[in-house]
């Protein structure tokens, strides 16, 4: 039976996206229609979505990628919104700062004065979407797997 499933190749969609709304851009926030002009000038109208899923991988707003790298660790963001573009999702994210913390062996993440950054889905250092933890008062976040910098 295996050996049946094997020869069939079944289409397999690489976005997947249940529920899209367009939004003229002069409408979004000041930061993210300023972050969204740098990079697209001739957009006007955005199709935003809150829940994507591009290549098996599930990103959700409030979710933590990890983007490039800082001192020799990796950088992380928060998703504030998605945006669907020639059928990939550019994601709208909040800069943070992250520090290594052994005792947890997690990052203590804090919100960055960099400001708002837009990100290609190829651009993330590591595409697996990471959910933030609080302990006594600390935002931390613990990689699945080893985050190459």
């Not at 804090?110 to 190829?122: M, P, Q």
Request: proline share 5%; net charge negative.
């Amino acid at each position: 039976m295996a050996h049946q499933l094997h020869l069939y190749s079944l289409p397999t969609q690489t976005l997947e996206v249940r529920k899209v709304s367009s939004i003229p851009i002069d409408v979004l926030h000041e930061e993210i229609s300023h972050a969204v002009k740098q990079k697209h000038p001739n957009l006007d109208l955005l199709c935003m979505a809150e829940d994507v899923t591009y290549e098996a991988y599930n990103y959700r707003k409030g979710m933590i990628i990890s983007h490039g790298e800082l001192a020799g660790l990796p950088e992380f963001c928060e998703i504030i919104q998605m945006v669907i573009l020639q059928e990939k999702p550019l994601f709208v994210v909040r800069r943070l700062d992250a520090w290594y913390t052994e005792h947890y062996r997690a990052y203590i993440l804090t919100t960055s004065a960099r400001g708002i950054l837009l990100l290609e889905h190829h651009s993330l250092a590591d595409p697996y979407p990471l959910a933030d933890y609080t302990i006594q008062g600390r935002r931390l976040v613990v990689p699945k797997r080893y985050i190459h910098v």
